[in-house]
């Protein structure tokens, strides 16, 4: 918001608010249960640069050698899950309406990185807009500590 203040760029939020609710429906329930809390507080702690400097490594990996085989086995959980491809197709379907509505064709989607992956039939967000001629790009190291 920061950024769109200082140069004068519009900001639209484009994922599904339905597809949230019912996940934090669902899942939140067991993930502030007792028990769950109980677990979560008698684990070692683990500091949470590593978990993501970890997820980013990951992310990289998957993101630059899409021939690998991890690329659909990560994304196998996802696949086929009727939500998951609702909201790919929703935020392809915007982010293709916003792209038309630029000027100069720049339009930049700030989102989690499994959406950018690319693997064949998959139907990502990545593979539905991919006519658009998207780049991928993960944060940089300098933005990535200051986030921590």
Known sequence: MRYCRDTGASLHLIDLSPWSREAIHNQWPAL???ENLERIATEAAVELGELVRRDYELA???????????????LRSWAGDPTWEERETALAGRLAELFGEREGGRLVYVGGWQHLLAAQGCGTLYERVARLRPRRVLLAEGIREKCL
């Not at 990289?60 to 990560?74: H, M, Y």
């Open 32 to 34: 502030v249960s007792a």
């Open 60 to 74: 990289a990996r998957l993101l630059n050698e899409p021939g690998t085989p991890l690329v659909p086995a990560f």
